[in-house]
């Protein structure tokens, strides 16, 4: 299943360390199914986008994914996919951006022909072959419609496509240089959030997340005496602070650390997607 994790120090700038791929130490590490790319994106002083991405089609591709990546920034994204759509290309690999703003998804979308008619002349700010990059270029149509409302963008994309289009889920995560925002869609896959206070649990540590299956690392020094908003695919680590989004909840990290939740679509999507429904390849990619 593709890894998410999004973390925001807004509005402080912090210097962050991320692995990508952890070597694996056990032979049922050995055993998983190796992802197909990796990748993280992050904002410059200027406010101007980054994404370090790789897909991995070799082993030498998976060295380049064990390399610890360190950056600066109010907020950060990184990505881990299997893919369900899309040939193992730079362009078909996460996070991706459009007019400022970094994206990623964990889920899947059918009836691509459907969504294409729907985007219209936005579907030119699609560069790969993915549900998730299309679904992103359906916000950014309806953030466009809305006068620039994010929130309402990203809510009125979702609806849509819980209502139109085969759904098997939604989960998102999407940074500008200074907010954050989530979406957990329908009840598929966890997608949890922390409001982690300066220091943490303990009031002097540093951030050291590490998710259980040895994809996503991430560490920040500097968030010993700064707070941050974290979200991820699975608890990060021991701080029971950890809370599960509802199904439908959209979360909203503004540029203070402000946390806004409120519940965008309540009910389940009109055409429901199961594991059986999709074929071997994107049934393989969404399993826990």
């Known amino acids: ?103 990623a998804h964990n889920g899947v979308i059918t009836d691509l022909d459907r969504l294409d008619a729907e985007l219209g002349e936005h579907r030119k700010l699609v560069t790969g072959d993915t549900d998730s990059e299309r679904f992103f270029a359906l916000i950014t149509k309806r953030t466009e419609a809305c006068g620039g409302d994010l929130g309402t963008g990203i809510a009125q994309a979702a609806r849509w496509v819980a209502r139109e289009l085969p ?19 329908p009840a598929t896959h966890d997608l949890f959030v922390l409001t982690r206070r300066p220091g943490g649990r303990q009031g002097d540590r540093h951030l050291d997340h590490a998710s259980r299956s040895g994809r996503i690392r991430a560490r920040s020094g500097e968030l010993a005496d700064r707070g941050a908003v974290v979200v991820a695919t699975e608890r990060m680590d021991e701080d029971p602070g950890w809370v599960n989004l509802a199904p439908g909840q959209l979360l909203h990290v503004d540029g203070n650390l402000g946390v806004h939740t409120r519940t965008v679509i309540d009910h389940p999507p009109r055409r429901p997607l199961t594991l059986a429904d999709l074929g071997e390849r994107a049934a393989a990619s969404q399993h826990g």
């Open 1 to 103: 299943m593709c890894r998410l994790f999004g973390l925001s120090a807004a509005p402080c700038r912090v210097r962050a360390t991320f692995w990508l791929l952890e070597a694996p130490d056990s032979l049922a590490a050995q055993s998983r199914n190796e992802p197909d790319g990796t990748g993280l994106g992050y904002f410059g002083t200027d406010g101007t986008p980054h994404v370090d991405k790789q897909p991995i089609a070799a082993y030498a591709d998976r060295d380049f994914a064990r390399d610890a990546k360190e950056c600066e920034s109010t907020t950060f994204l990184a990505h881990i996919r299997y893919a369900s759509t899309g040939g193992l290309e730079a362009r078909n690999t996460h996070p991706f951006e459009q007019q400022g703003r970094l994206f």
């Open 167 to 185: 759904v098997f889920a939604l989960n998102l995560v999407l940074i500008t240089p200074d907010e954050l925002w989530a979406l957990r869609y």
